[in-house]
């Protein structure tokens, strides 16, 4: 078994909010997240797969196949989105980094031929990142 | 003389609009950077100034007394904002990368206590960034 | 579960040393490391924690509070600072990157709330880290 | 235990092309990766070592000695190297990242004294790698 | 004036060898570089333009087009080939980081709508780039 | 003519202090800078040359030439060495970024054959660099 990693790039606005919480709550659990007008991040993913290895081409998966499911799961549905505002799994999940990875991975499983999803890694920023290995991990 | 470049952060949503063109244009010229709903990017500034050593400290600018100047005339401004909204120089002028760059020379000129604004750079993304050097560049 | 990693930064001074090894030993086993009047490094810290999504803020930990944790805990303690004359740990132990990734676990150990400390990486330079995941691990 | 990972760069040329596949197969699969005049990367490597820290030196391994065997099994023999013409593992096996970091498992496994080889990851780009953790895992 | 710059990848293989020279000479000016079977790199390629802020977009030159001009005159002949072997201007002069930035640059020079072409810089690795500014700087 | 630029790094302890100062004085200006157990950083050299290409090579400078003339000059000297009390220029004037810029051309200037010095780039930290023309500048 091995593993492979694709990064993919995407920039979206959003905020953090719980409309279950009052104003102060939310300023004082959010600070300057809360701020409703929203912010943005250039978002990195990686994905990364396992399986066997194709004797026949070399690959665990077809690198342009996966960078299509990439593309049409994922990217073409955040990016230059408003996550909050345009995008369906948060319209209910605040659209923190660890709620991303998470609809990240369920845009994601059961699409990827020949190979399972391992991880979905979700950097905000350089400094911050989540990872998700699925339900069952 | 010498140069000094720091750089600082800030995380902003956008959009690209002149609502002097019709939706139609502003589509054809911005593509998915004219949705209305915004996105975002993490910014990355860095301010290059310009001077002479102070034999006594062995600075060109006093490195505290820099970082305070660009968060508050800067960071503080435009992190976790949405730039169009929020930021007074963005109700008339489109927050690209080039406007950008030269609103926050605007911020800083003059600011700087014994050393001369020299550039200012602003990366929108990785790819992508802008130079300005003043007007009588 | 879902895992959360946080970076921070120090700048430290150190060098390698075992008073009970002759010079020689000393020299032969560290090389230019051993040179006790010190060297240093940008030291960078990623912090990784798991835990439970809480529904009410869509975190893990509160970003907020685990980046004070990681200031009061390791930052304003290694920071500007000579490892090995200045932070107790490094009394008796060799501040190596293994040894710091250790000692900084033990510090971080039981102190974030609601979540468990998962990996302590430390980067001594871009190209070498070391990782530690506890001693039940 | 602890984990301690080095880094190092190669620059190769390399061509993916299956001889049992026809023309047309190859350029269906491979893309412009197929182009045999072959194109090239800078690879970097990062290898993962796992291990007690030795009380007497805080190291898990002699980092001297670990960086001259990736020198001499590894970089040596790949670096400025054509992978499929001048590298014996390539003869038969196609160089994709998978591949690679295999082969270079197989270089290093056994060969790293008091220590065990734990994982091999290759970046082929920054946002494309492969990791490899050995036959039993 | 303002300066935009945008980056374009290219991943080639290439060799150094000066016909006119023995094999001796070229090795012991070219060292492994002088393989002729080749090796290759992940270059990275940062074009700046000069030019005023239009008005009516807030940008120097339009993004989609600059990038469109980077992918045809330069990526789509350059990305996946053998320079030497494969890209004319290297038929004759030695595929150098300095002869490439010449070479990209004479293929953009008057391509670029509405701006100046500023600077092409290309790095070959992170630790090595050249920088040109046209013939008449 | 055409500017190449390389890289180096080297990893030093320093401080910041001026004697003709009192205590107080110091800590005031230097603030955590001013602990004279020092502390320490990654440093990154960035060195410009420009020439003209010998029509020969294809160099602005033989590469190999510019490492070893790098090495010998500056990272031998600096490297696993506590700037204040090892290398001989900042027994009088204070480390900071800016005078170990200055301190590098001078080390450099006139060294480099067939080239002239343009440039010398010192990075601190990836957040904080100077850069220094030469005298005439």
């Avoid at 994905?47 to 994922?74: C, N, R, S, W, Y």
Wanted: hydrophobic share 40%; glycine share 6%; net charge negative.
């Amino acid at each position: 078994m091995i593993l492979l990693t694709r990064k993919a790039d995407f920039s979206s606005a959003h905020f953090y909010w719980n409309s279950s919480l009052s104003d102060a709550e939310n300023e004082r659990i959010f600070g300057k997240c809360a701020n409703r007008q929203g912010h943005g991040h250039n978002y990195t993913l990686e994905v990364t797969v396992a399986g066997e290895i194709d004797p026949v081409t070399g690959f665990v998966v077809d690198l342009k196949q996966l960078k299509d499911i990439l593309e049409h799961e994922v990217v073409s549905v955040y990016d230059h989105r408003h996550l909050n505002h345009e995008v369906p799994e948060f319209a209910t999940a605040i659209p923190t980094t660890e709620n991303i990875a998470i609809a990240i991975w369920r845009r994601l499983e059961g699409k990827i031929p020949n190979a399972r999803l391992h991880r979905v890694r979700v950097y905000e920023m350089p400094d911050l990142f989540a990872d998700y290995y699925g339900e069952h991990q």
